[in-house]
C-alpha cells in the first residue's frame, strides 16, 4: 500500500475518483481530456502505487474492486481534509489570500445585465493576492466540476436540479429562433411561415440548452445534421443561410441592425431564463468564492431581470 503521499499521488487519486464518478474509462475521458489509453496508463501507475487492483475493466463494463472501494472512501475523506486545510489557510492573516477557479458560459459577458466584470473588478481590488482562474466552457460540465471541487463557482444556465448546489440569479437572458439575410425565411412576414416550414427547415442543436426547462420551444423543431455547442458557432451558422437557431437576443442584435439577420415568430421562440451562480452548500463555501458570490449579488440588481 501507499507510503508516503506526494503530488502525483493526488493526481493520480483525483483521475481515479473522477472515473468513479463518470462511471468509466471511456466516460471520463471529456471530464479529464484525456485519452483512454492515458487514462489507463495513469490508472496502472496508481495501482503499481498501491500495490492492489482498484477496479476491472473490459467489455464487462467497471467494476470497482474491494480495495478500489476502500479507496474511493479514503480519497473522499482526503479531498475533504485538504479542502478544510486550504480553508483555514486562506483565511489566516488580515489579507484574504487563496485560489478562485470560476467557470463562465461563453458569452456571458457581452449580455447587457451582466456585470460579471464589475463584481471581478471589485473583489480583486479588495483581494489582491488571490490567485483567479477563470475557464469557460459548457454550463453542464461547468456544473459537474463544482460538483466535484474542481471548480468554486460557475456562472451559466442551469436547471436547478441538484440538492447539494446552491442556485443563485444574478440576470435574465431572452433568446429567440433567426435566420440569416440569405436564408428563404429571411424575407418572408411571420404569418406566411408555417409550423411545417419552420420543422423542415435546418435547426441547429443548441447542445446544452435543449436541457434547460425554460428553454423548451412551444413548437418542436428536428434538427440538422450541423451542430456546434457554443454561441458563436451556432450565429456563423446561421449567417451562412442554410441554417435557423436560437440565439441571445442582445447578441444577435448586431447583425439584426446591419441587416443580415432577422427574429423568427418571436410569439412562438422567444424565451427568458435566468443566468445563475452555481455553488456548493454555502456552509462549505471557502472563503474566497463567498466573497466573490457577495460581489456578484451586489453587483446585480432587480432590473437585470427581464419582465
Known sequence: ???NIHDVDLKLLRIFYSIYECGGFTQAQLKLGMSQSNISAKMSQLEGRMGARLCERGKSGFMLTADGEMVIRATEKLFHALD??????ATTGTELKGKLDLGVMDNAITNPHS???MAL???????????LNVFIGDPVDLEVQVLDGRLDLVIGLFNKKHESLEYTPLYSTRHALFCGDRHKF????????????LIDAKYIDRGYLESIDEFQLKIELLTSNSHSQYIEGQALLVLSGKHIASLPIHYAQHWVDSGQMRMLKPEQTLVKADVLAVTRNRKSLPVVAERFLAELEFCHSPSDFLD
Do not use: W
Open 121 to 131: 473588478g471589485n473583489f480583486l481590488e479588495s483581494a489582491p493576492a488571490v490567485r
Open 186 to 197: 429571411f424575407g418572408m412576414n411571420d404569418d406566411d411561415i408555417t409550423d411545417e416550414d
Open 1 to 3: 500500500m501507499l507510503g
Open 115 to 117: 456585470h460579471i466584470d
Open 84 to 89: 478544510e486545510f486550504k480553508e483555514e489557510l
